[in-house]
C-alpha cells in the first residue's frame, strides 16, 4: 500500500508542478482520483492527509482539498536568463512584438510590413509547390528540399564561393540553425563570444544552453582587431556569434580589413565564427568571411523571414562537410527533419523566378527612402543614429543626455506602441541609452507618442 500511497502523492505534486493544478484549485474528490489512479480510497485518503501534513494541500471541511502553495518550479532554461528589470529582459522586444495587436506600433519589431513582401509571387508559389503529392504530405528529405538547396549553392557560387548543396542544411529558421550549432558545438560553461550590442536573441539561446557569454565592443567596422584577438586569446572562447553585414541592432558591416582578420584570428585560436547573415540579400556588396574563410573557420546561417516569409519557416547553414552530417543527425534527433517541404519548395520557386530579383531590387530602393525620412524625423527629435547603415531597415540611436531607453520603452508600450531599448541587446547593459528603430514600421503615430514621452522624461 505504501507504493501506492507513493503514487498517488507523486501524481499530484507532478500536475502541481507542470502548471495543471495552481494555488487555490481543488483536487479530485477521493472517490474520482481513486477511479482515476485504480486505488483504493483509504489509499487516496492516506495519501491525501499526508499532502496536508507537508503543507502541499489543504483540507476545507465540507468543501474538499484544495492546492495550498505552488511546488517550486522545475529548473530549466528560464532560470539561466539573468534576473533584470521586465522592460530590459532579452525576451522583451519579441513577446510585445509577436503578441501585439493589429491597432500597436512596433518601431522595435525586426520585420517588415506585409505589404512589403512579395505576396502574390507567395501565393502562386505555394500553389505550385502543393501540386506535387509528395511535397504536400510527405516528410522531407534529413538535408531539406534538393531544389532550394542548389538555389542557395548557386547564390554562394556568384558570391565567389562554390559550395556542393549536400554542404548545405535546411533548418526550421535562423534560430533553429544557431540552436543546432550550440547543440553540437557546446557543452554547459563553455565560454561564446558576442558583440556588445548584439542581437538579443543570441543572449537568450545562449542562456538556454548554459554558456558563459563574453563580449566584444563592436564599432563602425565591426570589432577592433586588436582587441578581438586579445579577448579571444585569454577568454578561449568555442563560437563567435556575429552578424557581418548589416549588424544588429546597430546597422554597421564590416570593413574588408576586419572581414579578413577576423577568420584568421579564429582559426588560430580554435574557435568557430557563426556568421548570421540573415539580411544577406539588403547588402551584397559586403564582404562575408565565410567567403573568405572558404567555411573552415566559419559556419554561415541565414533565414529568409526578412525578405520574403515570416510565415514560411526555413533556416539554412552552410559549413564544412563533417559538421553539416553531424548537424543533419542532431536535426533529425531533435526534430524529425528541418523545414515544411512545402514552404522550402514554396521558397524555391520564388527565389528561381525573375520576380525576386525585382522584388530585392525594390525593397532596396524602399529603404533607402525609409531610413532617410525616418534618420531626418529622429534629428528633430534630439535623436542621433550612430553609423551609416548600408542597407536594411535597422537604425541605431543614441538618445538626448540623460535619457532612458527602457523607461521610454516601458511607457510608450502602455500607450500601444513597442521599441526596442538599447539594453536588451548589450550583455554588458551599456546600452541604455539607446533604441533601435525599423525605418519600415515607425510611423507618426509612434513618433508623436514617443516625442510627449520624452517631453515627460525632461521634466
Sequence with gaps: MTSRIGNVIATIRGRIASGLLGEGDKLPSVRQCAAALHVSPATVVEAYDRMVADGLIMAVPKSGFFVARLAAPPKGPAQNVPARLPEID??????????????????????????????????????????????????????????????????????????????????????????????????????????????????????????????????????????????????????????????????????????????????????????????????????????????QSVIRIGSFSKVLSASLRCGYIMARGEWIDALCDLQVATGFGGPSPLSAAAIAHVLAGGQYRKHIEGLRRRLVGARAELTGQLADMGLRVRGKPLGGFNLWCALPSGMDGAALAQACRARGVVLAPGNVFSPSQSAGAYLRFNAAQTGARALRILGEEMRYQRR
Design 90 to 295: 532579452p525576451f522583451w522586444v519579441s513577446r510585445q512584438s509577436l503578441d501585439a495587436d493589429a491597432a500597436t506600433d512596433k518601431p522595435g519589431c525586426g520585420w517588415l510590413p506585409p505589404d512589403w513582401m512579395p505576396q502574390e509571387a507567395l501565393r502562386r508559389a505555394l500553389r505550385a509547390a502543393a501540386a506535387d503529392p509528395a511535397l504536400l504530405t510527405l516528410y522531407g528529405s534529413t538535408r531539406g528540399e534538393p531544389s532550394l538547396r542548389r538555389q542557395l549553392a548557386l547564390a554562394m557560387a556568384g558570391e565567389g564561393l562554390a559550395v556542393h548543396p549536400d554542404h548545405v542544411l535546411l533548418t526550421g529558421s535562423g534560430t533553429q540553425a544557431i540552436d543546432l550549432i550550440c547543440r553540437l558545438m557546446l557543452r554547459p560553461g563553455d565560454t561564446v563570444l558576442l558583440d556588445d550590442p548584439c542581437y538579443f536573441n543570441f543572449q537568450a539561446l545562449l542562456a538556454a544552453h548554459k554558456a558563459r557569454v563574453v563580449s566584444v565592443p563592436f564599432g563602425a567596422d565591426g570589432p577592433d582587431p586588436a582587441e578581438f584577438e586579445t579577448i579571444v586569446a585569454r577568454e578561449r572562447p568555442r563560437l563567435y556569434l556575429t552578424n557581418s553585414a548589416l549588424h544588429n541592432p546597430t546597422g554597421a558591416s564590416l570593413s574588408p580589413q576586419v572581414a579578413h582578420r577576423l577568420p584568421a584570428i579564429a582559426a588560430a585560436h580554435g574557435m568557430v565564427i557563426v556568421e548570421d547573415d540573415i539580411f544577406a540579400d539588403f547588402a551584397p556588396q559586403v564582404p562575408r568571411m565565410a567567403v573568405l574563410d572558404g567555411l
